[in-house]
Nanobody
């Protein structure tokens, strides 16, 4: 069952910007967290950023803080990740995820995942 859809990936030059979008098609009516994770070849999936519906609290990995901004449109069950000052080490497949219990940095806590969108940053 496909409940999340991501878009916006692509190839950019170092220092450039890119915006990713994700839509949650589930019908869960409680409060839930939405987050972005990424996975580079040969690496484990790592946390990037998250946002919670209540109060719009956000959390960022140290590696992207100050460069990436996560935002949420609750009415449309949509979350965006605006990425700026991109670096080659940001290259990875980016995944949108939903945690029905809230949100954390642990991918094992997330209930639904998108299929991923490739982001490639050239030097």
């Amino acid at each position: 069952q496909v409940l999340l859809g991501e878009s916006g990936g692509g190839l950019v030059q170092a220092g450039g910007s890119l915006r990713l979008d994700c839509t949650f098609f589930g019908r869960y009516r409680g409060n839930y967290g939405m987050a972005w994770f990424r996975q580079a070849p040969g690496q484990e999936r790592e946390f990037v950023a998250a946002i919670f519906e209540i109060g719009g609290a956000t959390d960022y990995a140290a590696s992207v803080q100050g460069r990436f901004t996560i935002s949420r449109d609750s009415a449309k069950n949509r979350v965006a990740l605006q990425m700026t000052s991109l670096k080659p080490e940001d290259t990875a497949v980016y995944y949108c995820a939903v945690d029905l219990k809230g949100w954390t940095r642990d991918p094992r806590d997330y209930d639904y995942w998108g299929q991923g969108t490739q982001v490639t940053v050239s030097s």
